[in-house]
């Protein structure tokens, strides 16, 4: 079974096969057996090579947040299927750069600096949210232009709710 | 003889004192809200009540509730652990009436130290330095462009009530002054409802150092040594030690003798903490008393041996204390790193959720309090902290490189959380020659953040390799039976593609 994932901006190729013991990868023109053990739900044990990895591992966004060593990365992975309805145009996740930027906590909206056209880069401040009587400072994960606010000042939010739209560079 | 304490608090705080209560043969009470019913500190204790819905005003901060909940258990002494109501004097002073024990300072200091007016009129009269400074609230008449001019740039901006970074803020320009008061004031009246704001010089580049005192009700008061707190982000707290690796023997002796000396003033009893500022001069200035149990307590107890929730309950039960200075000795060095519910990578975001796996750290000169339990949700209704991580060792090194090890193997899955964070601080060349003060953190962490990124690398394979085998031993696709035929096989995966 062929795999594409993207971890960290970087697109890996490779295939992984069944055997009666572990699984088989191919990957960068060489063969690794792997040693998969499935730990619960949300974990696992690999060993690679002799070397012991302890992952853990949650659904996020599509994809999955893996965790190694204490580093954190999201991966999203297409299996032959999905790699080949994206030769054929049909992968939606590339074409849709529009972002919404979704409120991480539940708090209430105290400032918003933006207006609708506002172009913004990576990082700049957009509001503060007030949660936990701290006020926070909710800052873009996109560069782009703000298409539209949901929220004034005064506005209470859940965690999950849009707070604006960025069109994406 | 007490033979029951209700515990009024939540988490790591409440489950630190029911321990000490178990060992020193004492029942406990604890209280909850309607999203702590399974939490761990109520497993814990021998009776729960509740006392209320999940917002902390509607429980936690309850006092008519909870002390219905003292008289209803029988309770005879009350531990307000920290936060919530542990300064509240209308808290102290309505335990007190009932005829029930508060473990806690007398009324008057927290009262005079809550206020930073008297705090800091209180200081200059015991001979403690204080930070130059209007020593009065702004008021209406104020000119507070000419009085901060008067100071000198870069000024403070706090609220009467202000602290744990909450209506701080530092001005750098006269630009800036009025609307950062405006924001000031606005933090204060909606988390103290007082708005009374001040202004004073801000120190740059100071150590956070706070004295650990423990005084009895007959007058006797020792010092129990510093915790240098200069890891921090917005005034709060995120790495502390001791002892600090700034000061030496000879200024440690001496601000210990201030910070009783400011004790005595102000008759404490209990525990308590003098918070100063130690600038690159090593000139030193009062800053605060907080009065109550602090949250990095725990590396004071593990340099000294002296359990001081157990103080705490002798102190309050009238006994004298167990020790003199003379017998204080230090031993190693203790490091704690708070476990907070954020997203250290991302501007401190805060993080709620499910916890799905958790995987403590343990092992030689290890600690840990917290309130941790698989299944349980943490909430957005309460403080971020998760617990401490607290490591000893018998140098900075040793203690050091241990915190990393523990580091390194605690796993709390569901969450975001600072230890990755906490992880690179461990790594960071002038956190390991003891060589940073309270701006480390804003400093460093665009440093630490590019490390994080370049280290990735070699490991991206795996990453990309896992996502694969969990899809391939979780996605098992049914297979296709014969009275399907109508079905195409491409339409239903081109359909699954599109509802993803």
Known sequence: MKFQATVDDQTIDFSVETQTQGFSVQINDSTLTIDCIRLSPYSYSLIINGRSYYLSLTNKNGGYRITLDQQSFCVQLKDETQILLGKFGLNKTIADTTQNIISPIPGLVRQVFVKSGDKIEKNDKLLILEAMKMENEIVSTVSGVVSEVYVKPGSSKNKGDPLLRIEGD | ?500
Not at chain 2, 304 to 321: E, F, P, S
Not at chain 2, 391 to 415: C, D, K, N, Q, Y
């Open chain 2, 1 to 500: 003889m007490h033979n029951k304490i209700l515990v009024a608090n939540r988490g790591e705080i409440a489950i630190r004192v029911m321990r000490t209560c178990r060992e020193m043969g004492i029942r406990t009470v604890g209280v909850f809200s309607s999203a702590d019913r399974t939490a761990p500190h109520i497993l814990m204790a021998d009776e729960a009540y509740q006392i209320g819905p999940p917002p902390a005003a509607e429980s936690y901060l309850k006092i008519d509730r909870i002390l219905e909940v003292a008289q209803e258990s029988g309770a005879t002494m009350i531990h307000p652990g920290y936060g919530f109501l542990s300064e509240n004097i209308q808290f102290a002073q309505a335990i007190i009436e009932k005829g029930l024990t508060w473990i806690g300072p007398p009324v008057k200091a927290i009262r005079e130290m809550g206020d930073k007016t008297v705090a800091r009129q209180t200081a200059i009269d015991a001979g403690v330095p204080v930070v130059p400074g209007l020593e009065r609230p702004l008021t209406i008449n104020d000119d507070p462009v000419a009085i901060s001019r008067e100071i000198g740039y870069p000024v403070l901006v706090k609220a009467a009530g202000g602290g744990g970074g909450k209506g701080m803020r530092i001005v750098t320009k006269e630009t800036d002054l009025v609307d950062f008061i405006e924001r000031a004031r606005s933090e204060a009246i909606s988390s103290f409802a007082d708005d009374r704001i001040f202004i004073e010089k801000y120190l740059e580049n100071p150590h956070h150092i706070e004295i650990q005192i423990l005084a009895d009700r007959h007058g006797n008061c020792i010092a129990l040594g510093e915790r240098e707190c200069s890891i921090q982000r917005r005034y709060q707290k995120i790495i502390e030690e001791s002892p600090s690796p700034f000061i030496d023997e000879n200024l440690r002796r001496i601000i210990m003798g201030k910070a009783v000396d400011l004790a005595q003033a102000v008759g404490y009893a209990g525990v308590g903490t003098v918070e100063f500022l130690v600038d690159s001069q090593y000139n030193y200035y009062f800053l605060e008393m907080n009065t109550r149990l602090q949250v990095e307590h725990p590396v004071t107890e593990m340099i000294t041996g002296i359990d001081l929730v157990r103080q705490q309950i002798k102190i309050a039960q009238g006994d004298v204390l167990e020790y003199s200075q003379s017998e204080i000795n230090f031993h190693g060095h203790a490091i704690e790193c708070r476990i907070y519910a954020e997203d250290g990578f991302n501007n401190f975001t805060p993080s709620v959720g499910t916890i799905h796996e958790l995987v403590l750290p343990d092992g030689f000169g290890v600690r840990l309090d917290h309130g941790l339990r698989v299944g349980e949700e943490v909430t957005p209704y309460y403080d971020p902290l998760l617990g401490k991580l607290i490591v000893h060792g018998s140098t900075r090194a040793g203690a050091i490189s241990g915190m990393h090890r523990a580091l390194s193997e605690f796993h709390i899955v569901g969450l975001e959380t600072i230890i990755p964070l906490c992880l690179t601080i461990m790594e960071n060349t002038r956190f390991r020659n003891g060589n940073y003060d309270t701006h480390f953190l804003i400093d460093e962490l665009k440093n630490i953040r590019s490390q994080k990124s370049t280290n990735v690398a070699e490991k991206r394979n795996v990453f990309a390799v896992a996502a694969a085998l969990h899809h391939t031993m979780t996605n098992r696709k049914p297979k296709i039976t014969t009275g399907n035929h109508a079905l195409s096989n491409w339409k239903m995966t081109g359909r699954q593609v599109e509802l993803q």
